[in-house]
């Protein structure tokens, strides 16, 4: 088990009706929000007249952000910094899923930052201040909610990058389940194999590692979203799923599936990035495309042995093999693609997807050269 | 799932020659240190010769206040409270397992309170305000380096109560594995009984609740903890064996195992307070005794789902009657009495323990009447 640091100062509030509760907390942090949202979903699930209701009673003045897009974009952000300057606003309310959450820190950072906020992104620089951040989730997913990370992709590169620092913690989330109950059916696949994804990556890692206590956590989580996706899949009106899927996606990033493994890698992610900056698809539907042949990658160059593992605690799947064929038939199941060409992507692009990775993954400091980018996408034919 | 909030704040410096780190987290928080600490195992293992090196190059001054004992009594405490007073300590650091810290946090709240520090825990009182507290835990067991509880017995009056509040959260906590490796064996077993007492009073406190996610992180934690014990047992040089154990013992009592679980209630915990109070044996020792006499309780009460559920999970075992069983035997191999016998306490002792549990059933809210308490009592005869 090797060294950690596990810091996460992030309250948590759970359950139906604590959108009231949040607005009581924001209204802790300062008098002026800019509220933050996407496609107006936030305006069909009741969301956004709940939340501007109790902010109104807790006397905070908002300024409307919407219009986030899925794989949130640079200059959608530039305008929230702007707006949020222009209007004074002392702090961020997000409402909505990661891409959400997502701008929301890029615009509480930018805000506190006399450059240019990519410079976060791109490795320039680290963001040191940002405006006190409050969300309230409604698609379980990519953890944003509880950790301090975010990413956005720059669309005139066309690169999807990440930023991250202590000040992006949120202050305060409100995850109310039933905020969850009319998420489209492509949105809880989605999610939950975005939610695998960050389960699976440090487990993955490298393979010098004995943390049994982690690994516990990692096959638990993992059970709790394959079950809870089955069950939210057969009813979407059963709630208990919808909440223990909501937290156990929070759960899966917010740094405590990784304590105690070494240095924990994104390849899946940093690949995926690729996929999502390039073509626009969703970010689960590139990593249920990616990480089945990222596990055979694995196996081939690390053995059976983790996969097996994994396989034994999680699916009651007998060799490494049949692992990666359950993680296909769960992804199948949540109604993602698992093959470049089911996503319309040809194979002949894949020297083009593979450099683009490349950037991303000298960035994040990763070992590894293109042909083997190359070779683990040409799984994915 | 039940509506729940959850925020922790401490952040942990978890690994090898991670004391330097706390001190130097500490010097950002004072100049004048209380050293907490207990008969001077630290003197032996290194602790204090590495703790104090790194506060002096830190240019943190210490005042010692040595010779908290395994249940810290309220005497004790008052002494910290006026040595820090007259030092002009400003943060308390403790170096040691949960009684040198409950001790901490005690003397932390004592300092900035006009009055009787036993108000806190006799229910008098709320601590609005507390001293920085830094911990260099050296016994995984009760998890008080992650958490806002610490429990003090008042000799006059034989009281083993508990107080809790936000001031009270360490603001770092340093567990360094190493440092367990010339635990007594006793204190390897009634750690890991403790840490289980932990881990099962949420998940056995009512039987209204569907918190897959929550089961799942409950079942992984008990497995770690059984399995790293039976490591450390065999090998007590295992240093992967002490991490799990010690990360394990930290998050059974942090909050996460109580997620969404409604009205959990520590009732094991509070008839060994009974036990502890009364014959001062150890905490861990009371627990194994009371445990399984609760469980014959709550499975004649309840029926056998919930014992059932947990022993397959954990124990592997096809019944509930299998399950409290399989406790037992775990216990006896962690060295820890099973039947009040065994603890040197006659039966003719019953309603004085169960007279004693109930004042604090009832400050804690209970609801439970003497009679049911001698009988489960009876059960451990």
């Known amino acids: 088990m090797h060294n950690f640091t596990f810091a996460n100062p992030v309250k948590i509030l759970f359950g139906r009706d604590v959108i009231g509760k949040l607005a009581a907390e924001a209204a802790g942090s300062g008098k002026k929000a800019l509220l933050v949202y996407g496609g107006g979903s936030i305006k069909k699930n009741g969301v956004y007249a709940a939340l501007t209701a109790a902010l109104a009673a807790n006397g905070v003045e908002i300024t409307e952000h919407a219009g986030v897009k899925p794989n949130p974009v640079l200059s959608h952000a530039l305008e929230g910094i702007k707006k949020a300057r222009a209007a004074g606003c002392d702090m961020i309310i997000a409402a909505g899923g990661g891409s959400v959450i997502d701008e929301s820190k890029t615009i509480a950072a930018g805000v506190k930052y006399d450059g240019d906020v990519w410079d976060f992104f791109c490795g320039k620089a680290q963001p040191r201040a940002a405006l006190p951040l409050f969300t309230v989730l409604t698609i379980p997913a990519t953890g944003s909610e509880m950790n301090s990370g975010c990413v956005i992709t720059n669309e005139l590169t066309r690169q999807k990058y990440s930023a991250g620092g202590v000040v992006l913690f949120p202050k305060a989330s409100a995850l109310d389940p039933e905020t969850t109950l009319t998420l489209p059916r492509p949105q809880i696949g989605y999610g939950a194999v975005d939610s695998i994804a960050h389960i699976i990556e440090g487990y993955f890692t490298t393979t010098d590692r004995d943390a049994a206590v982690t690994d516990e956590l990692v096959h638990g989580l993992a059970r709790s979203i394959i079950s809870s996706t089955d069950r939210i899949l ?65 196996l081939e160059k690390d053995g059976p042995a983790r996969l097996a593992q994994f396989g034994k605690a999680v699916f009651g799947t007998p060799t490494a093999e049949e692992t990666i064929k359950a993680f296909e038939t769960f992804f199948k199941k949540a109604g993602a693609p698992v093959r470049l060409a089911e996503a319309g992507i040809p194979a002949e692009d894949i020297p083009r997807i593979a450099e683009n990775a490349m950037s991303l993954i000298r960035l994040w400091g990763m070992k590894h050269e293109q042909p083997e980018i190359e070779k683990i996408l040409r799984n994915a034919v």
Do not use: K
């Open 234 to 298: 057969a009813d979407q009106a059963d709630y208990n799923a919808r909440a223990s899927m909501m937290w156990s996606a929070t759960l899966a990033l917010n740094g405590l599936p990784t304590c105690g493994y070494a240095g924990t890698h994104f390849i899946n992610h940093a690949i995926e990035h690729a996929l999502s900056a390039i073509y626009d698809i969703p970010h689960g539907a590139g990593l249920a495309i990616v990480m089945p042949a990222w596990f055979r990658h694995h």
